[in-house]
């Protein structure tokens, strides 16, 4: 008996032990950058991907677009990045490896830069920088007035997600699931985190706290003072988008329809995930009657079956996503009560903005549908003669409209 309880004894301290070093309780605070350098949040700036770190994609007063065209770009490759705008200027890469600098309000190129291969991502905008992440795996930081190279990283795989300056901190998610934590001012590396699938999508922020998707379905909740997990949350399918942070949940949209919202306050303990995927195999063998949920669910809904969801966009407590299918749905963030519906009778590859009462989004039809964003009711279409993509951006002069496949990027107020 003495020999039996020895061993437990030694497989229950070598599995904490495991557990502790997995989620790297050991770990001591991540070093602490240079400067406080931030993107800015402002009615004339959209300087980031989703407009702010949280991802809401929200400007909350506007006085509606009227439609007319501003001007139109025809880069002549197709357009897979989304623009960033600060002020009078619009930042962009294009699909034969240009990254340009236009007058948001004419659309006159003020400087360009060749880069090494295409950016297909929004960059990310200072007060005086511009951070691009590039498909070869290259991370410039360039002066935002001149186009001058700052400092550069080259990574070991590329990069099909945004990057995000937060706090004075550059965040940058590669495709081999390394996420890199770079001084915005110097470009040194301050820590890095090895995620298990590919990162897509570019990671959200609230306070202390990051949120990271990853295509195989998890969801990292990071501390950003210690850089360890405090969450993995499993959507069981498979994720493009970036989670979006309300004031207590974040959004995860799937590629199966699936809109789930996760606690961002619970702490996930060491052992308390494999012993979770234990207990999934227990149900798949038969000997447990319901599969074991994720730690952190709050609510979640299906929206549009085998369907992706875009990344909602958000504003007083409603989140607005759009199906592939071409259905636009709002829901109550507190706990996914649906609140209406609107059908854009085709198919949709583009996320939708909210600006003051409409939302805005495109769809295959080759229009902007813009939506009465209480309830639902279309106010009117705006054509574009081009199919959109990619995330509609607002601010408070225009709205800017990406098209993929014929390469053009439209400004309209």
């Known amino acids: 008996r003495r020999v039996w309880l020895s061993v437990a004894g030694i497989v229950g301290v070598a599995l904490l032990a495991w557990g502790m070093w997995e989620w790297d309780v050991f770990a001591g605070p991540v070093p602490v950058p240079s400067s406080r350098v931030d993107a800015p949040v402002g009615e004339d700036t959209w300087a980031l991907a989703g407009r702010d770190v949280a991802h809401t994609s929200a400007l909350p007063v506007h006085g509606g677009f009227e439609g007319v065209e501003l001007w139109r770009l025809e880069t002549g490759r197709p357009l897979r990045a989304v623009p960033a705008v600060s002020g009078s200027q619009l930042f962009v890469g294009t699909g034969d490896a240009r990254f340009m600098v236009l007058d948001s309000s004419t659309g006159e190129i003020l400087w360009e830069r060749r880069l090494g291969l295409f950016a297909s991502t929004a960059p990310a905008v200072t007060d005086a920088a511009v951070y691009v992440a590039v498909r070869d795996g290259q991370l410039l930081k360039l002066d935002r007035y001149?186009?001058?190279?700052?400092?550069?990283?080259?990574?070991?795989?590329?990069?099909?997600?945004?990057?995000?300056?937060?706090?004075?901190?550059?965040?940058?998610?590669?495709?081999?699931?390394?996420?890199?934590?770079?001084?915005?001012?110097?470009?040194?590396?301050?820590w890095t985190f090895q995620a298990d699938g590919n990162i897509v999508a570019a990671p959200a922020f609230q306070d202390d706290l990051m949120a990271l998707a990853t295509d195989d379905g998890l969801v990292y909740m990071l501390d950003l003072v210690t850089g360890r997990k405090r969450l993995i949350f499993d959507t069981v399918n498979a994720l493009s988008e970036s989670p979006v942070f309300t004031a207590g949940n974040v959004l995860i949209s799937t590629g199966r329809g699936r809109l789930a919202a996760v606690d961002w306050m619970k702490l996930e303990y060491p052992l308390e995930r494999a012993l979770r995927s234990w207990r999934q195999q227990f149900f798949i063998w038969g000997l447990q009657s319901e599969p074991p949920l994720s730690k952190g669910l709050a609510w979640g809904r299906t929206l549009s079956p085998n369907s992706a969801l875009s990344a909602p966009a958000v504003l007083d407590g409603t989140a607005y996503t759009a199906g592939r299918d071409g259905r636009l749905h709002a829901l109550s963030v507190a706990d996914g009560e649906g609140l209406w519906e609107y059908d854009a009778g085709a198919l949709v590859h583009t996320a939708p903005a909210v600006a003051g009462a409409s939302v805005y989004f495109g769809a295959d039809d080759g229009n902007i549908h813009v939506v009465e964003r209480s309830t639902g009711k279309l106010t009117r279409t705006i054509p574009l003669g081009v199919k959109p993509s990619g995330r509609t951006v607002a601010t408070r002069d225009a709205l800017f409209v990406t098209s993929e496949e014929s390469g053009t990027l439209i400004a309209l107020r």
């Open 146 to 190: 001149t186009g001058a190279v700052l400092w550069d990283l080259q990574a070991d795989s590329g990069f099909f997600a945004s990057p995000v300056v937060y706090r004075g901190v550059v965040y940058a998610g590669s495709w081999n699931g390394t996420l890199y934590a770079l001084d915005a001012e110097t470009g040194a590396e301050l």
